[in-house]
Nanobody, 128 residues
Framework: QVHLVESGGGSVQAGGSLRLSCTPS????????LAWFRQAPGKEREAVAG????????VYVDSERGRFTVTTDTGANTLYLHISSLKTEDTALYYC?????????????????????WGQGTQVSVSS
């Protein structure tokens, strides 16, 4: 069953910005870790950022920190990923994911196998 739906991807010139959104389908996030992953053609899925909805504490992959910002909007029940200064290497299918562990903050590492629910992905294509 699909529980998460991503949106906001598209084609953009290098140096531009995008804000990706992730919304639940049929349920509400509840004090657990939500995260963004991405997968480029020919590469394995990699973590980008995560946020614990209990207190909105966020974690970032070191290599992406500074250009990526993960936030939540409680009123809209939406997870966001803002990407600035886009590079061609940011081209990938971006997924949001949810951990089933309640009242547990995101760890210092975001491991894909720890997330039980995934969206279908939204494509980000960056051209030079």
């Amino acid at each position: 069953q699909v529980h998460l739906v991503e949106s906001g991807g598209g084609s953009v010139q290098a140096g531009g910005s995008l804000r990706l959104s992730c919304t639940p389908s049929g349920y509400t996030y509840s004090s657990n870790c939500l995260a963004w992953f991405r997968q480029a053609p020919g590469k394995e899925r990699e973590a980008v950022a995560g946020i614990y909805t209990g207190d909105n504490s966020a974690v970032y992959v070191d290599s992406e920190r500074g250009r990526f910002t993960v936030t939540t909007d409680t009123g809209a029940n939406t997870l966001y990923l803002h990407i600035s200064s886009l590079k061609t290497e940011d081209t990938a299918l971006y997924y949001c994911a949810e951990s089933s562990s309640r009242l547990v903050r995101c760890g210092t590492r975001l491991i894909a196998s720890h997330f039980s629910d995934w969206g279908q992905g939204t494509q980000v294509s960056v051209s030079s």
